[in-house]
């Protein structure tokens, strides 16, 4: 009579049938758990880089604006109905014992930067409440904010020979600030342009 014998299985089988150790569940648990805070982490470098961005094209959309509205209604300062000359009332700064103003007044034949019209209007540029805001010289005065997150305005009137002078302007020279509080940190852009006094500039070239 045989005898059957019973063989062990192989070791590779074994093998397959035991299931993780808790040590090596817990390594799991550990990769897994650094590489989605990885994975977070960089969506949220991602974001931030991409709010920031949004938050420089908005200030320097606004600056554009700001020094394109300004460019407009200040060229024409000093232009009465008549077609004459009438500076320097026609650019008057809002402090007569500084040559950096924060606050500015055109007057002109025409309009506003209100839509007002009139024979001599003016227009009032100056901040407010972190506003860059314009004006009348009613009383009170009617005014409306142009761009918001101004932190300053200076202006600098110039004669024809470069220097500061605003009793006999041919420009006026503008700085604006701006800057946002929307995110981690507080950004700042800031814009530098001359707008030339157009019928001033005409006297000063016929005068030659």
């Known amino acids: 009579m045989r005898r059957t014998r019973m063989r062990a299985a192989p070791a590779h089988r074994q093998r397959h049938r035991r ?10 648990m550990t990769l897994g758990l650094l590489l989605t805070g990885a ?6 470098s991602v974001r931030q880089l991409h709010l920031e961005q949004e938050r420089v094209a908005l ?7 700001a020094a394109d509205f300004m460019t407009r209604d200040i060229r024409s ?4 109905e008549n077609g004459e000359l009438g500076l320097p009332e026609g650019l008057e700064p809002g402090d007569l014992g500084s040559l950096e103003q924060h606050r500015f007044t055109v007057r002109k034949a025409g309009m506003n930067c209100l839509g007002e019209t009139g024979p001599w209007v003016a227009s009032v540029y100056s901040v407010q409440d972190n506003q860059l805001r314009c ?15 101004v932190r300053s305005m200076t202006a600098v009137a110039m004669n024809a020979s470069g220097q500061p002078d605003w009793e006999r302007p041919v420009a006026l020279r503008i700085e604006l600030v701006l800057e946002s509080r929307a995110g ?6 800031a814009v530098e342009f001359v707008v030339s006094l157009r019928n001033a ?5 016929q005068s030659l």
């Open 201 to 205: 500039v005409l006297t000063q070239y």
């Open 19 to 28: 299931g993780f150790s808790l040590v090596e569940l817990m390594v799991a």
């Open 77 to 80: 300062a000093g232009l009465r």
């Open 39 to 44: 994975a977070v982490s960089l969506f949220l």
């Open 184 to 189: 981690a940190q507080v950004l700042t852009h």
């Open 59 to 65: 200030m320097k959309e606004n600056l554009r604006f």
């Open 135 to 149: 004006g009348n010289d009613d009383v009170p005065m009617q005014n409306q904010p142009l761009v918001s997150d």
